[in-house]
């Protein structure tokens, strides 16, 4: 197993290393126009982690704070050819119940992107059993919170949840 502090050294290498124009990729903003944005240890992390959950056949779900952190993923999911379901603020309440319908009833849905606070409370999302959070939110309870939507009456399985944090960021 790698440490922590391993995982925490690489990505600060990787940081490091990213001058040359080969550390950067090309993702596509909402407008469709392309952003050359530099690589992150962090999206590469949670990549990993999300790769090993994925294989083993667990459902995730991925809460962040920033729409524009799970564009990111949105993208490269696209781009994969992997399927997940997805809410942010900008939903229609009866989009967010079609949303959690698909994570919670399609067994090739393993992935579901959602905003801290549209998807952080009031959904039962028992079909996951990680989480991860990507960025720290001021109030802990509100992390407490989107974790707890795997924790509901009809949960069978034992639960992992990951915050992603990166050093001096």
């Known amino acids: ?15 490091t290393d990213l001058s040359s124009e080969k550390g950067k990729v090309l993702i596509a903003n909402k407008l469709g126009e392309s952003a050359s944005i530099p690589e992150s240890g962090k999206f590469d992390l949670v990549l990993d982690k999300l790769n090993t959950a994925l294989l083993e056949g667990h459902k995730v779900l ?18 994969e ?10 939903m229609k309440s009866i989009d967010r119940q079609s949303e959690v319908e698909k994570f919670q009833g399609d067994e ?3 992935v579901f992107l959602l905003s801290l606070k ?31 939507r795997t924790h509901r009456i009809g949960q069978t399985k034992s639960v992992f949840s990951y915050r992603f944090i990166s050093l001096s960021t």
């Open 1 to 15: 197993p790698i440490s922590a502090e391993l995982l925490l050294q690489q990505s600060i290498q990787k940081q």
């Open 62 to 79: 991925i809460f962040s704070q920033f729409v524009k952190h799970l564009d990111l993923f949105s993208s490269h999911f696209d781009k």
């Open 81 to 90: 050819g992997i399927p997940f379901a997805r809410i942010d603020g900008t």
């Open 108 to 110: 090739s849905v393993q």
């Open 118 to 148: 549209a998807g952080g409370f009031g959904l039962n999302l028992t079909a996951a059993d990680y989480v991860f959070i990507l960025d720290p939110w001021w109030n802990p309870a509100a992390e407490n919170q989107a974790i707890d």
